[in-house]
């Protein structure tokens, strides 16, 4: 018997992180998405799963059926063919976006790690809105190496992880 792992956040009901749901008021409201990025490193996120058709079979009637069934991570493709790890902020964004998807919960920078090991080419957090944060390029990077952007006097500088 498999036992599936502890995702680490045992009270969660789905809500957003407050410091994101500031961060993401705050960026809707003018701020440098580094703001809400900054808030993200800091957080978990839902990635959503959805079942994926597995093994057909055809019942006496010739009707075709699943026989299995897969769940498999989203990956978005851009009209640029770009790929991009969805990730959602809350379970209400993750709803609108798609109501059947089984939010998994999990820290930004594993969101991070995940994008890159795919071969994504970005995490996008709440792809369906209100505030879409794209994390790509060596931003993407950076977040899955636990570092996080931190606003000092010359602008944004990113801190590196403590360990």
Request: net charge negative; with cysteine.
């Amino acid at each position: 018997m498999r036992s599936i792992p502890d995702p680490g956040f045992p009270s969660d009901d789905g809500s957003a992180v407050p410091a994101v749901a500031v961060a993401l008021r705050e960026v809707a409201a003018g701020a440098p998405v580094h703001v809400a990025i900054a808030a993200l490193c800091e957080a978990r996120v839902l990635v959503p799963v959805v079942a994926m058709p597995g093994e057909v079979e055809s019942d006496s009637a010739g009707q075709a059926r699943d026989k299995t069934a897969d769940m498999a991570a989203v990956l978005l493709t851009g009209g640029d063919g770009r790929r991009a790890l969805l990730a959602f902020s809350d379970l209400t964004a993750l709803q609108t976006w798609d109501a059947q998807a089984r939010p998994v919960p999990v820290p930004t920078r594993d969101a991070a790690r995940a994008a890159l090991a795919e071969g994504a080419d970005a995490l996008v957090v709440d792809v369906a809105g209100p505030v879409q944060v794209p994390i790509e390029g060596d931003t993407l990077r950076r977040v899955a190496a636990g570092q996080r952007p931190v606003r000092d006097a010359a602008g944004w500088a990113w801190a590196a992880p403590v360990q």
